[in-house]
């Protein structure tokens, strides 16, 4: 009988990686210049419901620019569904973060980990599930 393992991102599991998330104290309320050069993954939560995941693999500004990209009137966040509605309520929100590291290995660790946490998760506001929303 062959056993089936389960894959690996970076060495760990998914199950593995999940055990790693961090609260991020003041979450979108401030920047947050101390994951400027750490790279990974955000969770963001409304309550207990999980509403927002992607990754911050920004090459200078790793997970800070990125949650940074919530905080201010940008391109890159009020592109897509969830970028808006974070904006809109990210005094309400809390925000996690998965550290991978802080070079171009964890960088792909990232992204190979964002699409399984994703189906992991449901995300309401994140994934195929939610509803497209075109800058205009």
Request: net charge positive.
């Amino acid at each position: 009988m062959t056993t089936v393992k389960p894959p690996l991102f970076g060495g760990k599991t998914i199950e593995e990686w999940d055990l790693d998330w961090k609260a991020v104290e003041d979450g979108l309320r401030h920047y947050q210049p101390q994951l400027r050069r750490s790279f990974g993954l955000y969770r963001i939560s409304w309550g207990r419901q999980i509403m927002a995941m992607g990754t911050g693999t920004d090459k200078d500004g790793g997970l800070a620019k990125r949650l940074s990209d919530f905080r201010r009137p940008s391109w890159s966040a009020s592109n897509h569904y969830a970028g808006r509605l974070i904006r809109a309520h990210r005094c309400d929100l809390t925000v996690e973060v998965l550290i991978i590291g802080s070079d171009q290995r964890a960088r792909e660790i990232a992204q190979q980990l964002k699409t399984p946490m994703i189906r992991r998760h449901k995300p309401v506001w994140t994934g195929s599930s939610a509803p497209y929303m075109h800058k205009g």
